[in-house]
């Protein structure tokens, strides 16, 4: 069974920090490209972040390039999606998801919120 499990959400103040997590298990994760999606309350989900089998391309959203960095340890089967200088843009349910472009499994989501 493929479970993909997020932590690290939480509340933050403009300008600050998050580091999410996504543990992945029921499949061979290092044979699988991640994605990081998020949704914010009435809007579409989006891409934000995604990262190749070895970690050694990786692609990002327009709104977070130079501030967010996905990572992975295929030795851990983890994702990470470090988050800095949030803004209160940034507000939404953020989404660990196998894949690159086929999006088969997704994971119920880490809230983040930024506010001050």
């Known amino acids: 069974q493929v479970q993909l499990v997020e932590s690290g959400g939480g509340l933050a103040q403009p300008g600050g920090s998050l580091r999410l997590s996504c543990v992945a298990s029921?499949?061979?994760?290092?044979?699988?490209?991640i994605s990081w999606y998020r949704q914010a309350p009435g809007k579409m989900r989006a891409l934000v972040a995604r990262i190749t089998t070895d970690g050694a391309n990786t692609n990002y959203a327009d709104s977070v390039k130079g501030r967010f960095t996905i990572s992975r340890d295929n030795a851990k089967s983890t994702v990470y999606l470090q988050m800095n200088s949030l803004k209160p843009e940034d507000t939404a349910m953020y989404h660990c998801v196998q894949g690159w472009t086929t999006l088969d499994y997704w994971g119920q989501g880490t809230q983040v919120t930024v506010s001050s």
């Open positions: 029921g499949f061979a994760f290092s044979n699988y490209p």
